[in-house]
């Protein structure tokens, strides 16, 4: 079965330093893989997606991950974290034709000024 | 005007009523989703909906139900509502390729004391 996993419950990082958040996956196939962002309140945003060609993708806010077929993981990296940045994120995998989306159990970001 | 409309955004109720949370979108997409988030627990799939007379079971869909009156409009009801349901409740939609992602509204946060 399909399942992602999200192994940091929990991060804090101070501002301007470097973000990674990490994202394991489990799936049979050649995954569609997401990466969303939810701040207090408010729904879910798309930071990025990743289907098919280049393993490093880029997406909004600064943010990019990078997808490893070998070990199974598209890590969500961000260079320097703003303030803004502070905020709930969820990675998902897509489940092959159904157009389900399984979720990851989330990692709040905390940011220290 | 939001692309995903949920209603309401936030209610309170008491075990045993029965609850109905709307969902409409504008985006002209046929699938809709309705997922639920607990903390630490990210997001659940409960029904998903493909047109309006394909309506599919997600992984936690016992003591719901749902409707799809129009392609623009997907409805999710408790019957009879209980505390371990208190949550926040998404209603997303997709385009129809696999490819794309999910479009989230703002949630309603429903509470059964």
């Known amino acids: 079965a399909q399942s992602v996993t999200q192994p940091d419950i929990h991060i804090t990082v101070s501002e301007g330093a470097s973000l990674e958040l990490r994202c394991n996956y489990s799936y049979g196939a050649t995954p569609y893989l997401f990466w969303y962002v939810q701040s207090p309140g408010q729904g879910l945003q798309l930071l990025l997606k990743y289907f098919s060609g280049d393993t490093l993708v880029q997406g909004i806010k600064g943010f990019e991950a990078e997808f490893k077929r070998s070990q199974s993981s598209f890590n969500l990296r961000k260079p320097s974290v703003h303030w803004s940045d502070a905020a709930e994120y969820f990675c998902?995998?897509?489940?092959?034709?159904?157009?389900?989306?399984?979720f990851g159990q989330g990692t709040t970001l905390q940011v220290k000024p | 005007d939001a692309d995903v409309t949920q209603t309401p955004r936030n209610r309170i109720t008491k075990t045993g009523k029965r609850i109905m949370l709307e969902c409409s979108q504008t985006k002209g997409h046929d699938r809709m989703y309705w997922y639920r988030q607990d903390p630490g627990l990210g997001l659940r799939l409960i029904y998903y909906?493909?047109?309006?007379?394909?309506?599919n079971k997600g992984e936690i869909s016992d003591g719901y139900s749902v409707s799809r009156q129009a392609q623009a409009k997907f409805s999710l009801s408790l019957e009879s509502a209980i505390p371990n349901q208190t949550a926040l409740y998404f209603c997303?939609?997709?385009?129809?390729?696999?490819?794309?992602?999910?479009?989230f509204g703002e949630g309603s946060r429903l509470t059964v004391l």
């Open positions: 998902a995998v897509g489940a092959g034709n159904t157009g389900k989306l399984i």
């Open positions: 997303a939609t997709r385009p129809n390729a696999n490819t794309g992602e999910l479009f």
């Open positions: 909906s493909f047109d309006v007379k394909d309506i």
